[in-house]
């Protein structure tokens, strides 16, 4: 398996008034496809699923010299740009294919400040052939916008390279400047020949820019880069494991307003038209009976019915609804645009510019008529079509639905599943205050009217075919008055009557229900200790570590009662009232065996999941190993010495046959635990998360709804160092995992 981790960058944040919704002339392009994949010949769909086929087919990029290159490629200064421009820009042509003649024009903006740490980043526009240059650089992310003369720039305060240096891609060949001498290649264009060009250019632009080599690289895009992006940073993840050609470093990738899957963005774009009261009733109950969006089955009747509701939108802009149309471009003054103050005339604005002769000679570009699109233009994403896109790969949910904030506004919201974040943002009309902090901040945004993915690639998903049946459990009434309380929040707030509990100044606080699944070995003790250190919070051990109260399903329910009515707290558990009461529970303490009445049992009680595991399954092995042998020590000597004195001089020998199976195991045996309490409120915690960062327990805290507390325990580390200083056969086990997927196990995961 090929994984991908993300790395966000801890300053993002959303604001859709930096962004142009001037899209207009791509309404079309996605519009287009989707028609002809309903037309009696369709096109052939590519099947990703052979991409592993790379690995025997591949062969080295062929890289023709680039010295000198760079220098040539330059840019002076672009005709009509502000005074004071204090980073460096180049553009040109990499040949993708020297035999066809096919080259991809590129521009590259440089950070003004620290440009020899800022990460690479590479942005794709959709369409699909829609030009990143005209609209992602010139209307979007870019150091300048197009003023209304057409013919001189302004410069956008709120340009991504102010933190990283910025590559736009003109992809396929035949949009905008690129260009293949081979007219065929017009006509063959897909995905898969798509990704496979853009990642030559990349092989081939590392080399003309060398420095950028071994730099941080994310790969960002909206719209059709839904399928750009993700294509892409899978053909780089392939073509790694190559070590004859350049490793790419790649971190991540963003994608804004993503079209990912035909069917689930349709309907969620249909939706969206309802529910904005752009589609009469009569169309959307059309739809909704006669579209079938699981399976893609769309009969006439249905494809009528879409068609009405197409046409009931009217001429509006799609990519910001209640925006201004452009009516008269011809009408400029050639005043100095605003970033602030939208124009909606914006595109041609950018075509007259970079149809100037001496802006193309700037720009090293072939003397040609640049278009924004190599058809017509990009589609229409909402944010519903976002929501069933992500509902679609049935992710857990590790942070739960909060706001985000400028400038002490709500400018958004966001949730975190496995591996995707996903991100809305309110439209702000008012300019932004201007300080470098929010300079940083709106760099590398992706604020879109409707929604962002920033997400990893994750060839392993986690599904679900269970139905939810709920026990008939009784649910204490409430006696007090919740004030304060979100509505989201009401079923995970509680006002236990414990049978002893005398504390009468508590009776009112509100008190959440949690509980730590975790494994042996993998930190919970360390974990609780943590929560037990804030004065609201109150965590019950291993409760089921005692046998007959896991037995059966009766006495599992029977002991959760008493740890969730209070009926094991004394008055003088807490010097504080306690506002987070739970317990810690192995995996292997029946609750896979009895999951899915326990998933009732949480999501009918409103008790939270704190998942708590070890990304190093190899470090934790050695953990087991020596606390088993503690016990034995015990046990032989009859005298007890200090455990972790014992725990850290072992050194065991492990079984090198058994160890990828049993590493394998544990494996699944988390995956597995995952996918039983997806339908639960959780967060998925890793031990060496929390020993590198501790804002983590931040995020904790946050989860369990306590006040922010510095969070101490008074155990200690008791494994250090390297990993070859753990083991008696370390030789035997680092040949072991050499070459497989654990192999990572064998390397530091965290500094001590």
């Keep these: 398996m090929i994984r991908m981790k993300v790395s966000i960058f801890s300053w993002l944040i959303l604001s859709c008034c930096l962004m142009a919704f001037n899209d207009a002339n791509q309404i079309g392009s996605l519009d287009r496809l989707m028609k002809s994949r309903t037309s009696e010949k369709p096109p052939l769909d590519e099947s990703w699923g052979k991409l592993d086929a790379i690995d025997q087919e591949y062969s080295p990029v062929y890289i023709e010299p680039q010295d000198g290159l760079m220098e040539d490629d330059k840019i002076d200064v672009l ?86 240096n910025v590559i736009f891609l003109e992809s396929p060949a035949g949009v905008g400047f690129s260009y293949s001498n081979t007219t065929s290649d017009y006509d063959h264009t897909g995905d898969k020949s798509t990704a496979a060009d853009s990642y030559t250019f990349l092989v081939k632009w590392l080399e003309r820019f060398p420095q950028y080599k071994t730099r941080d690289f994310f790969i960002t895009g909206e719209s059709y880069a839904g399928h750009y992006v993700p294509q892409l940073a899978y053909t780089i993840l392939l073509n790694n494991k190559n070590t004859n050609q350049t490793i790419i470093n790649l971190k991540g990738i963003a994608i804004g307003n993503a079209w990912i899957d035909d069917n689930t963005n349709t309907d969620g774009m249909y939706d969206y038209f309802w529910t904005h009261a752009l589609n009469s009733d009569e169309t959307n109950t059309g739809i909704n009976t006669y579209c079938n969006f ?111 904030y400028t400038n002490n506004e709500v400018g958004g919201y966001v949730v975190g599943y496995k591996g995707v974040i996903f ?206 042998y503690d016990r034995s020590a015990k046990l032989l000597n009859g005298t007890h010495k200090s455990h972790a004195e014992i725990l850290a001089k072992y050194k065991p020998t492990i079984n090198a046959t058994l160890l990828i199976p049993n590493l394998k195991q544990v494996q699944e045996m988390t995956m597995t635990a995952l996918e039983y309490f997806k339908s639960t409120r959780h967060i998925i915690l890793y031990y060496e998360d929390i020993i590198n960062n501790r804002t983590k327990l931040m995020d904790v805290q946050e989860f369990l709804r306590v006040p922010q507390m510095d969070l101490k325990s008074r155990q200690v580390k008791i494994h250090k160092g390297s990993l070859s200083e753990q083991f008696e056969n370390w030789d035997d086990v680092y040949k072991t995992l050499k070459g497989t997927p654990y192999e990572s196990f064998l390397h530091a995961d965290y500094q001590m």
Aim: proline share 5%.
């Design 79 to 164: 005709p009509g740009q502000p005074q004071g421009v204090d980073f460096d820009q180049y553009a040109g042509y990499i040949t993708v294919d020297p035999t066809a003649g096919r080259a991809l024009f590129y521009y590259f903006v440089e950070s003004p400040q620290n440009s020899s740490t800022n990460p690479l980043v590479l942005w794709l526009n959709g369409g699909p052939g829609c030009s990143s240059l005209g609209y992602g650089a010139m209307e979007e992310l870019g150091p300048f916008r197009v003023n209304s003369n057409g013919k001189t720039l302004f410069r956008n305060d709120y340009a991504w390279n102010n933190v990283a």
């Design 423 to 628: 991100a809305t943002d309110t439209l702000i009309i008012k300019a932004p205050k201007k300080s470098p902090l929010v300079l940083r901040m709106v760099v590398l945004v992706f604020a879109m009217v409707c929604g962002v993915y920033i997400c990893t690639i994750c060839l392993k998903q986690i599904n679900t075919h269970s139905k939810t049946k709920f026990l008939d459990v009784q649910v204490i009434e409430r006696p007090c008055h919740a004030s304060g309380i979100e509505e989201w929040e009401i079923p995970y707030v509680h006002f236990p009557k414990p049978k002893s509990y005398s504390r009468a100044e508590c009776e009112c606080n509100p008190v959440r229900f949690f509980a730590i699944l975790s494994m042996q070995r993998s930190g919970s003790g360390w974990f609780e200790t943590l929560l037990n250190s804030h004065i609201n919070v109150s965590s019950n051990g291993e409760i089921f570590s005692v046998k007959p109260r896991r037995s059966n399903v009766s006495s599992i329910v029977e002991t959760l009662d008493k740890v969730y009515n209070l009926d094991w707290f004394s008055s003088a558990s807490k010097n504080e009232c306690s506002a987070a009461v739970g317990f810690k529970w192995m995996l292997n303490q029946g609750l896979m065996e009895h999951h899915k009445e326990i998933v009732e049992y949480f999501n009918s009680r409103g008790v939270s999941a704190i998942f708590l595991f070890r990304r190093n399954q190899l470090r934790r092995m050695i953990s087991v190993l020596a606390n088993s």
């Design 294 to 404: 699981v399976n893609g089955n769309l009969s006439s009747t249905c494809i009528r019915f879409l068609a009405n509701g197409k046409s009931e939108v009217g001429n509006i802009d799609i990519y910001n609804i209640y925006a201004p149309l452009c009516h008269n471009p011809m009408e400029t003054n050639g005043s100095t645009g605003s970033i602030i103050d939208f124009d909606p005339c914006s595109d041609y604005y950018v075509y007259s510019y970079l149809n100037l002769a001496e802006v193309q000679r700037a720009l090293h570009a072939k003397a040609t008529t640049w278009s924004s699109c190599s058809g017509d233009t990009d589609g229409r994403v909402p944010v519903t079509s976002s929501r069933y896109s992500i509902n679609a790969l049935i992710l857990p949910i590790e942070t739960g639905w909060r706001p985000w």
